[in-house]
């Protein structure tokens, strides 16, 4: 990209503070370009693009089941992404959502399975404790070792997400079997008593959705250990001079990173599911990471893309009913989405500068925002 | 009893089983040498692996098919070079949602060719299938042992040594290949050095997409005997992803490593059964995060982790 004789073509600068409103209409720009650009390809094998997407979004409201399964596909990817918004605040970097989900639905698992003849509520509670638990120790994991010997931990946490996945399926081929099962190994469903209760004809996992993404907003911006963590974001160094233990912040933090992926296991296993199964995160650790970055890292706003999200993927099990289309159809929505609004994102803050352009209003720049986390 | 033979039909087994995560391996250290953590490496070869299948059903030649998985493969990453480099996003959550995407999209487009085909399967020829047999050199694949041992894969795996010990020369021996490196441990040294940045990540990045993308050829044509499945890369690039810390980011020892994880893939099937199946298909990551944790501990001598991984860079942030 650069011109001879030094000077680059293009530069890039960084510009003032867009507006909010300014922003948002960016954004919205961006997500209109990548449905356009998705109904392009739509149309290219064959298919009217806004019928495909008017079906989508019809599909999901048409009647309360299918209101209610599009709530379905909700609940693990908002809670999943508000795991992750706790660890990306901190700027670590947690790629093992799938890891965590998967072990807080196996120690959840382990009540549900053994423990069936307590009484419901307590019981319930226990798998919801073991749900945190599960997770927060697979989150622990990663954090202590780059805390002590400075593990990488990107890819540490990547390495957790398989080993917890094949413990799930050393369990189901072995001491959690269920001998009843023919053909393929499979986990035995739950029992009545440690499955989830229906509130409004969905597991409550909705109701522990709403409380959490309640919890992790006012936990982030009114507690003192919110603010530890957006400190030790912003700069370990700086935290540590205002006197703040940035180990304890870390490991204290993804504990509960962890520990909250590891509650939508838990939701998963014993509300959806009934069972254990190697589905069981099913990829929502990773989609719960596009979510928690499109929602900037504001859980309230998590709560609104994972909605959005979840009319993608209970849509595209509609098309794939009646367009015979794919589901994989939604993947390819999220991931043209977030590309587009990656590119916009830069232009919030960026601006592009052409080679031999003259500068005015340099003095009007100011620094980069502290929120805008672009590294 | 072990016999000679036994040993070595695992040995070609183990090689076959590491072929697709060779190319992986090798494209992805291109990829973290320049400082870039590619995380779509399961979704490059995955794209790879459509584009390569396509090209194969349409012209029934191998060297086309491999071609087309190389510019898909390429195309693929230079989305994620753009967004990582050109718009400074964050190249984990491009890399996730590469995966997200390029697995999608070829499950996508399969489903719908699958549909377009009469008979519901949709197959490569019979033609472009003797293509990819293992070669059979006359009198050099007959000699006893060797011949089995060294001439008696498909061509993929020599494309891939091939492609590895050139990626290990390049890397290594030339200037190029040291600026690069440069590149990835300090950028800002590397640009007030007057090396090329932008340039040079950009060609490596893209360029590893290429060999990404031949590795997913490998899953979609010979794996399932040249018809299209499915999710087909099926966690490779994962592995791969793993396999690059495992090989200390030098793709000569991604040769062997690829090999060992081969090894380590087709154990099951070789192995008493009375260790549980999933231990085998855990070792891998076990063995992979065992590396990271004993080369953290070790300190920076022992790790050969390039220092700017995952950070992108900023000229005027300097």
Known sequence: MEAKKREPLLRVVKHAELSRTQSFLLRLLAVVVALVVGGIFIASIGYNPLEVYKTMVVGCFRSVMAFQATIKFCIPMCIAALGVTLAFKMKFWNIGGEGQLIMGAVFASYFALFCDGMPHVPLIIIMFLAGFVGGGIWGLIPALCREKWGTNETLFTLMLNYIALYIVTYLRDGPWRDPQAAGFNKIARFSANSQLDKVAGIHFGWIIMIVLVVFVFIYLSKTKQGYEISVVGESRDTARYAGINVRRVVIRTMFLSGGIAGIAGMIQACGADATLSTGVANGVGFTGIIIAWLAQLNPIATLVVAFAFSILEKGSSVIQSSFGLSTACADVLQGIILFFIMAIEFFVRYKIVFAGHKEKKLSQAKPEKKEAAGK | ?318
């Open chain 2, 1 to 318: 009893m072990i016999s000679l033979d036994f040993i070595l039909k695992f040995i070609v087994a183990a090689v076959a089983a590491g072929t697709p995560l060779l190319f992986g391996t090798v494209g992805e250290i291109l990829s973290e040498k320049v400082g870039h953590l590619n995380l779509g490496v399961e979704g490059m070869m995955s794209i790879g692996a459509l584009t390569g299948f396509m090209a194969g059903y349409g012209s029934h030649n191998l060297a086309v098919s491999m071609i087309a998985a190389f510019a898909g493969g390429m195309v693929s990453a230079l989305i994620y070079a753009v967004l990582t480099i050109g718009f400074m996003a964050n190249q984990n959550v491009i890399g996730l949602t590469l995966t997200i995407f390029g697995v999608g999209f070829a499950n996508f487009v399969g489903v719908y060719m699958v549909g377009k085909t009469s008979s519901n399967t949709w197959q490569l020829s019979a033609d472009l299938i003797s293509q990819m047999k293992s070669i059979h050199i006359p009198l050099l694949s007959d000699i006893p042992v060797i011949g089995k041992l060294i001439f008696s894969y498909d061509p993929f795996t020599y494309t891939g040594i091939i492609i590895a010990l050139i990626c290990g020369w390049y890397l290594f021996k030339t200037k190029a290949g040291l600026n690069t490196q440069a590149i990835g441990e300090n950028p800002a040294a590397a640009d007030a050095a007057s090396i090329q940045v932008t340039k040079w990540k950009f060609i490596n990045i893209v360029l590893g997409g290429g060999i990404c993308g031949i590795g997913g050829a490998y899953c979609s044509m010979i794996i399932n005997g040249g018809v299209w499945i499915s999710d087909c890369v099926g966690g490779l690039g994962w592995i791969s992803v793993a396999l690059v810390i495992f090989a200390a980011w030098r793709p000569q020892t991604a040769i062997l490593g690829s090999f060992i994880f081969g090894a380590l893939r087709v154990l099951k099937y070789y192995m008493p059964s009375v260790i549980p199946i999933a231990f085998f298909n855990m070792l891998p990551f076990i063995i992979t995060a065992a590396v990271l944790l004993i080369a953290s501990i070790r300190g920076t001598k022992g790790s050969h982790i390039p220092e700017n991984l995952g950070f992108n860079y900023f000229r005027e942030d300097r």
